[in-house]
């Protein structure tokens, strides 16, 4: 049973940084494909960032490129999230999803953590 569990989250002021982490179980995240998406309220889920099992990693949206770093720790089997410069419209439900083994749809979602950035 695979299991993506998020922590990290909470209240920062904008221009602080945070640290999420996504801790797995059941896959081994150096054959997936991590990534992390957010969900604002009143808006739809998109995607963040995210490395493939080979090391590449893809910001997919502009405002994170520059601030949001993800990066994965293959002995502890858990993957980072470390944002920086945090703004008022970072504020959502961050989650944690992982591919299956060299696979291309995420089919494992964590349960999700609130990030706020105070103005």
């Known amino acids: 049973q695979v299991q993506l569990v998020e922590s990290g989250g909470g209240l920062v002021q904008a221009g602080g940084s945070l640290r999420l982490s996504c801790a797995a179980s059941g896959l081994t995240i150096s054959r997936s494909t991590m990534g992390w998406f957010r969900q604002a309220p009143g808006k739809e889920r998109e995607g963040v960032i995210e490395?493939?099992?080979?090391?590449?990693?893809?910001a997919y949206i502009d405002s994170a490129k520059g601030r949001f770093t993800i990066s994965r720790d293959n002995a502890k089997n858990t993957v980072y999230l470390q944002m920086n410069s945090l703004k008022p419209d970072d504020t959502a439900v961050y989650y944690c999803?992982?591919?299956?083994?060299?696979?291309?749809?995420?089919?494992?979602w964590g349960q999700g953590t609130q990030v706020t950035v105070s103005s």
């Open positions: 999803a992982a591919t299956s083994s060299f696979g291309i749809s995420y089919d494992y």
């Open positions: 490395v493939t099992w080979s090391g590449a990693t893809t």
